[in-house]
DNA sequence: AATTGTATCGAAAACGTTTTCGATTTTTAA
DNA sequence: TTAAAAATCGAAAACGTTTTCGATACAATT
């Protein structure tokens, strides 16, 4: 039995019980005995080497398979091809449809995505940009956790000149590029559909008090009741600090009809889970929607179209929402490269109203 | 104005202006006036470094805010400290739930996350895992697409000699750990809950002819049927190919009624998504649910415990699947550090009816 | 014949870290 | 006082790539 050739043991073909090496510059140039440096150069069609070498290049680099080392690309050019991501959570609608954009737009550009989860709380998010940046990715996409409320570690990626891109919850008081939602015009269009169709009587399921959005679709249905000449009562707002939870919702609804019985005649809520939450209260107690009650959600889930009956809601465009963000962010980092000013976008992403039965 | 000593200028606490770079080694070593070599073996606790030089490099580099250069680290050790995760689509509450998992086990490890997604395409699948090998990543996990029938690219994981673990969609063929459901047996015993609670003619809404999964819930259904003595029927196995869309389910559901009249009583359903699609059409037909028909689907969605009737699924453990693939990912990543030998696992995680109103 | 130009290549430094190994100093033992 | 042992340090190589700069060879121009 003949040994092996060293040309044989490179092409990674056979002998499948040791472990295989990645094909290096220095094997090619070895194999065809030239430097590395030329074998650098022909891949990268230089003008300085000749068009029989780069031709010789090539094909062994196909034929090795050859991929170059991601490590000592990101050590000599400080990139890394990569980008971060941070959401408060996964297991979300909204934010899994985000991350499925932003990969998508990713992977157009060759860039992978590495994601981190806050779990809405601030010292995870803080410690998250710390292992980001020491990653050295080359932008940064975050969505708050509701619990930020400093931000000095977005200033921190500033100073490292690396873009950010915040999204959905954002920091008004940082200085770089936002996408987000007209969270209080949606509101406001939504009861103002309502009181349009007749409603008289709007109660709103609110979220948490801390974040922007929950603050801005309480605003904005606010507004609306005042615009349209209808006071505002504040025992039609309802709580509901656990909006992950649609048994939230379903018991608000019944407190809802102890507290006001049939002098409420529609809902606005400031996510589907509770309109739907309260949709099983109504329907397990004989109250037809939308005959005694209407409802209006937000965000447009899956769901609102699956529940009985469908629920009318804000389509938050969610996809929308990841991909101008991801965009924002690539061109960012294309700019920054090419040593081009950036000027900070605030981006608004439109929003509509998704009539169904409920309303 | 005094000019900025070079300390201060290192401690990147002022001048914002300028681009600041991370601080090296060699910053620190120089500050010290000690060798590279021996700041590095200051921090990692060498035993030829006197107590008192590991106590001075230890304070200027928390003082620095030293973080190592991981790309420098990555060159040096071939470790990445990231694993990647390859699955079919990110919109998909089994496979969120599924990430959820292997991000919070990753973070416990001090490991980071690469996400991509095939999109059930076969020649996507196989371009992500050259970028993930090609990366440099520590371990791979992933969910095979629907149409992946070749595993040379499986193979090449395994040749590189990098922890491989196949979850949920698996292949049988490929020699490395692997962590699923017994879909069969889960199949069987919701359709022996079906015959046992007196239904006689159980319909089976089945998913695509390819995934093994479709196959072995089918066998699962048809296995139950026999071995309880009731004769099997194809005219009751209805073919829904786009699984990820209810108004599947509710054609379905429509045809079945026109072909077997009463003459049915139940249905299991390959997903949830069917039977909530099933159930909209026999609500808004005044089909009583589960007087006339009993339904249980697969898979535990959220949605099942929000829809009226609640339906009662099997619950797949989304959750223990994406723990418990990242633990044994984690753990071969170890031994092979170790240089011990690795046995591959086959875990099969346990699966549980959840009984709600549709049955 | 000397000069300039052009085409092609490679040596070497750099990115930041880890680790081996040899050098130097200090301490201990004889 | 000297030899051996222990303690402490740093030079240098290595990981794989990119890029600057100089070297060489040869052709074209005076």
């Avoid at 430097?35 to 080497?49: E, F, G, Q, R, W």
């Avoid at 309480?218 to 609306?224: D, I, T, V």
């Avoid at 109250?287 to 389509?315: C, R, Y």
Wanted: with cysteine; charged share 25%; glycine share 4%.
């Amino acid at each position: 039995m003949s040994p092996a050739s060293p040309l044989a043991d490179l092409t990674n073909e056979n002998n499948k019980f040791k472990q295989m090496k990645p094909v290096t510059l220095k094997d090619i140039a070895k194999q065809l005995g030239i430097s590395i440096t030329t074998a650098s150069k022909a891949l990268k069609n230089y003008p300085d080497v000749s068009d029989k070498t780069k031709k010789i290049v090539k094909e062994l680099a196909v034929k090795l398979n050859y991929v170059p080392n991601s490590f000592a690309i990101g050590l000599r050019k400080q990139e890394s091809k990569t980008i971060g991501v941070i959401i408060p959570t996964m297991v979300h609608y909204f934010f899994s449809t985000v991350l499925d954009a932003i990969i998508k737009e990713a992977e157009n550009r060759n860039y992978m995505v590495i994601i981190l989860q806050s779990n809405e709380d601030y010292r995870t998010e803080k410690k998250q940009v710390d292992l980001l940046l020491n990653k050295g990715v080359d932008g940064i996409l975050i969505s708050l956790s509701n619990k930020t409320r400093d931000f000095k570690h977005l200033q921190k990626i500033m100073d490292y000149n690396i873009p950010l891109i915040l999204f959905d919850k954002i920091a008004k008081l940082v200085n770089c590029s936002k996408v987000l939602i007209d969270d209080r015009k949606a509101a406001y269009s939504a009861v103002s559909y309502l009181i349009n169709t007749g409603r008289k009587r709007i109660a709103h399921f609110r979220g948490d008090l801390n974040p922007q959005n929950s603050i801005d679709r309480f605003l904005g249905y606010k507004k609306a009741l005042e615009d349209h000449g209808i006071p505002y009562d504040s025992s039609l707002v309802y709580l509901c600090n656990n909006n992950s939870d649609f048994t939230d919702g379903y018991s608000s609804a019944k407190q809802l009809l102890l507290d006001h019985g049939d002098n409420v005649d529609a809902i606005f809520t400031v996510n589907d889970m509770l309109a739907i939450g309260a949709i099983n209260y109504f329907n397990e107690n004989g109250i037809k929607i939308p005959d005694q009650i209407a409802l209006f959600g937000f965000s447009n889930w899956f769901m609102a179209s699956v529940i009985t009956p469908s629920l009318s809601s804000v389509e938050q465009n969610a996809y929308k929402i990841g991909k101008r963000s991801s965009e924002i962010l690539f061109e960012e980092i294309e700019r920054k490269k090419k040593g081009e000013p950036i000027v900070y976008q605030k981006v608004i992403i439109d929003t509509e109203l998704v009539l169904r039965n409920s309303s």
